[in-house]
């Protein structure tokens, strides 16, 4: 679907290619429950005890789900599937528009730091343009520190205290597209 551009990840790193998450495929069933299952298993999401069976179900019942758009990413030489970006449309009534809100985003540990996050929140930020959606939105924990650093660097708003804030604390951040 989509290639990262040169700015967005480390220079001479591979390309990155970004897709919609096709779950009628084996393949893209099992990279969205394993990384998902992964993402449950850190210290941040707090939900070792969801496995991987849990996310198969999820699975089932997100391919069923209207509004729901699942990315998935990896880099050109990688063997197996590094990221996933769950999201789901919504609508501001002050924009008058569909917006999406990233329910979870999520990179295999030893693919963080090679531009992944940041080719799944901009090939969302593409397709929410194209499809006239006004923003895109998500919550964040401010204990994610690295997350933060993300969504502020990709031009998320209201993370302006993230940093300062007790463990705890959860905030809304937005960005128009």
């Not at 700015?7 to 990384?35: G, H, K, N, T, Y």
């Not at 919504?90 to 540990?109: E, P, R």
């Not at 690295?146 to 209201?158: E, N, P």
Request: charged share 25%; proline share 3%.
């Amino acid at each position: 679907m989509s290639t990262s551009s040169a700015s967005d990840r480390p220079q001479d790193a591979p390309a990155i290619d970004v897709w919609v998450c096709d779950f009628s495929q084996s393949e893209d069933r099992a990279s969205f429950a394993r990384l998902v299952t992964e993402f449950a298993a850190e210290p941040v999401s707090g939900c070792p005890e969801l496995g991987i069976a849990h996310f198969a179900a999820v699975a089932d019942e997100l391919a069923e789900r209207d509004g729901t758009i699942v990315l998935l990413a990896a880099r050109e030489d990688s063997e197996e599937t590094e990221g996933v970006l769950v999201a789901f449309e919504g609508y501001s009534t002050f924009a008058k528009a569909q917006l999406f809100n990233i329910h979870d985003v999520h990179v295999s540990t030893k693919a963080r730091g090679k531009g992944i996050g940041s080719a799944m929140l901009n090939t969302l930020a593409d397709l929410a343009r194209e499809h006239g959606f006004a923003k895109l939105t998500l919550e964040v924990a401010a204990s994610n520190t690295r997350a933060i650093r993300l969504y502020r660097r990709i031009g998320f708003t209201g993370l302006d205290t993230a940093f300062e804030s007790p463990a705890g604390t959860t905030f809304f951040a937005s960005k128009r597209v």
